[in-house]
């Protein structure tokens, strides 16, 4: 009987949300794709000098058109795993980018990644926050706040980055090719694939110097008129499966669960969650990572949008950030 009344509160809602949406139904590609996952990359310390995929949605750039943008991702970092491994520290991504419809249905694109690291400022909130909520802080109460250390110790291998600052990426070049617009009935589905160029300081330790590749498969589709779902599968692989003397995974997966909610035609709010395989080859640090992200999307005009979120880990909490921001704007010409 439960079960029956869920369902029956589940379909007024789709039947609400289609009669409050019969003025405004999506046509065209708004069917199955709304403003889009949020562009949150993975924003760990140690893995700025190789590919982190990007939540994709299937929709490409009208031939003949460009997209403008920047994102900029300011997270925190906190792992520990005893004399062998301790990540204390922040990162800022600052990644300008470009998107061009080279045919119907096929985009090009260019990111530059501009790094920075250091001691930051989140950990007095953020422990803040700890203990408002009864979270334990993991160790971090007997570190120095806003301080920055990174070493690995694996089996003897010593690792450790002591500069902080700013640096350059590696250049991203992209291609995504729509497969489906889809329709009421099936989703819309795209593939992209994504090489790194070894453009980065490499004395900074920003890139290993490899190039770096990256394929992943975008699905969505409409429902109730008023929500999308989001699908990503993907891997990348690197070229270089040491950092330093640190041995890495030559590939990762990567996966991306996200659901939006479109408040209005110029405002919706999205729910997502990222979940990447592991970094480190070492058994101790051979962990998974999840990552969930919440925030609001906006159009603005016709021809400008932004998006701010937050995201949290919820797993593999020494290999991931902790805490992050994420603002993004983009124009469209």
Same mark, same amino acid.
């Given at each position: 009987?439960?079960? /029956?009344?869920?369902?029956? @509160? @589940?379909l ?7 009669? #409050? ?8 590609w $708004?069917?199955n794709?709304?403003?889009?996952p949020?562009?949150?990359r993975?924003?760990?310390?140690? =893995?700025q000098?190789h590919?982190?995929?990007? +939540?994709?949605?299937p929709?490409?750039?009208d *031939?003949g058109?460009?997209?403008?943008g920047?994102d900029?991702?300011?997270a925190n970092?906190?792992?520990? *795993? ?5 990540? &204390?520290g922040e990162?800022?991504?600052?990644? +300008? ?8 249905g ?12 250091g001691?930051?400022?989140? $950990?007095g909130f ?5 203990d408002?909520?009864?979270v ?9 706040? $806003?301080?920055?250390t990174?070493?690995v ?7 450790q980055?002591? &500069?902080?600052?700013w ?6 070049? =992209?291609?995504?090719?729509? @497969?489906?617009q889809? &329709? ?7 593939v ?15 890139t290993?110097?490899?190039w770096?590749g990256?394929?992943?498969? /975008?699905? =969505? *589709? ?7 779902v989001?699908?990503n ?7 270089? $499966?040491?950092?330093g ?11 991306m ?7 209005s035609?110029s405002?919706?709010?999205v729910l997502?969650?990222?979940?990447? =395989? ?7 640090l051979?962990? #998974? ?6 925030? +609001? *999307?906006?159009q ?5 949008k932004?998006?701010?979120?937050i995201?949290?880990n919820f ?5 991931s ?13």
């Amino acid at each position: 009987m439960r079960v /029956s009344r869920v369902a029956a @509160l @589940l379909l007024c809602l789709c039947a609400a949300a289609a009669v #409050w949406a019969e003025a405004d139904e999506p046509e065209g590609w $708004d069917v199955n794709v709304g403003q889009g996952p949020l562009s949150l990359r993975d924003q760990f310390l140690l =893995s700025q000098p190789h590919l982190s995929l990007t +939540p994709q949605d299937p929709r490409p750039t009208d *031939k003949g058109r460009w997209r403008v943008g920047m994102d900029v991702d300011w997270a925190n970092t906190f792992g520990q *795993k005893g004399a062998a491994y301790l990540v &204390d520290g922040e990162t800022v991504t600052t990644q +300008p980018y470009v998107r061009y419809g080279l045919l119907e249905g096929l985009e090009v694109g260019l990111d530059v990644p501009i790094f920075w690291r250091g001691g930051g400022a989140m $950990d007095g909130f953020i422990q803040g926050f700890h203990d408002a909520f009864g979270v334990g802080q993991n160790g971090r109460e007997v570190i120095p706040d $806003d301080s920055f250390t990174a070493f690995v110790n694996q089996g003897g291998n010593f690792y450790q980055i002591d &500069d902080e600052g700013w640096g350059l990426g590696n250049v991203a070049l =992209s291609s995504k090719l729509t @497969l489906a617009q889809g &329709d009421e009935r099936w989703p819309a589905f795209a593939v992209q694939a994504t090489l790194t160029v070894p453009t980065g300081d490499q004395s900074r330790e920003f890139t290993q110097g490899g190039w770096d590749g990256g394929l992943v498969a /975008s699905i =969505s *589709k409409g429902i109730c008129g008023r929500f999308y779902v989001y699908g990503n599968a993907g891997f990348t692989a690197y070229s270089d $499966d040491h950092q330093g003397p640190i041995q890495l995974e030559t590939a990762r997966g990567f996966f991306m669960g996200g659901l939006e909610y479109r408040c209005s035609k110029s405002c919706s709010i999205v729910l997502q969650a990222t979940f990447t =395989s592991p970094y480190f080859a070492a058994d101790h640090l051979h962990n #998974w990572t999840y990552i969930a992200g919440l925030g +609001p *999307k906006f159009q603005i005009g016709e021809n400008c949008k932004a998006e701010f979120g937050i995201l949290e880990n919820f797993g593999g909490y020494d290999l991931s950030a902790d805490f992050g921001l994420h603002f993004g704007v983009e124009f469209g010409f």
